[in-house]
């Protein structure tokens, strides 16, 4: 049974940092896409950053890039997610997602697996 299992969130100042963790178990595929999504009240779940298992090549939302970096740890069976410059909008439930296929760029259009979540508060 494949799980995934998020980390890391919590409460932030505006302009701080976290880094969140995602582990991922029971899981026998060499060839998928992981990343993060991201859920705000009120709001539709949105794609953040996903990374391919082959090649490593990643894919960011437009406007994170440059604040948020996605990068994993095969020994760990684990993929971070580095977020920077943090703002009171990346308030969220973020997600731990993979998907059973590789694209060009690494997108999570069809999820097959998914994380529980982890609360990320970004506020003063």
């Known amino acids: 049974q494949v799980q995934l299992v998020e980390s890391g969130g919590g409460l932030v100042q505006p302009g701080g940092s976290l880094r969140l963790s995602c582990v991922v178990s029971g899981f026998t595929l060499n060839y998928y896409t992981i990343g993060w999504f991201r859920q705000a009240p009120g709001k539709e779940r949105e794609e953040v950053s996903g990374i391919s298992s082959s090649d490593g090549s990643t894919y960011y939302a437009d406007s994170l890039k440059g604040r948020f970096t996605i990068s994993r740890d095969n020994t760990k069976n684990t993929v971070y997610l580095q977020m920077n410059s943090l703002k009171p909008e990346d308030t969220a439930v973020y997600y731990c997602?993979?998907?059973?296929?590789?694209?060009?760029?690494?997108?999570?259009?069809?999820?097959?697996?998914w994380g529980q979540g982890t609360q990320v508060t970004v506020s003063s």
């Open positions: 997602a993979v998907a059973r296929r590789l694209s060009k760029p690494p997108r999570l259009s069809r999820v097959d697996y």
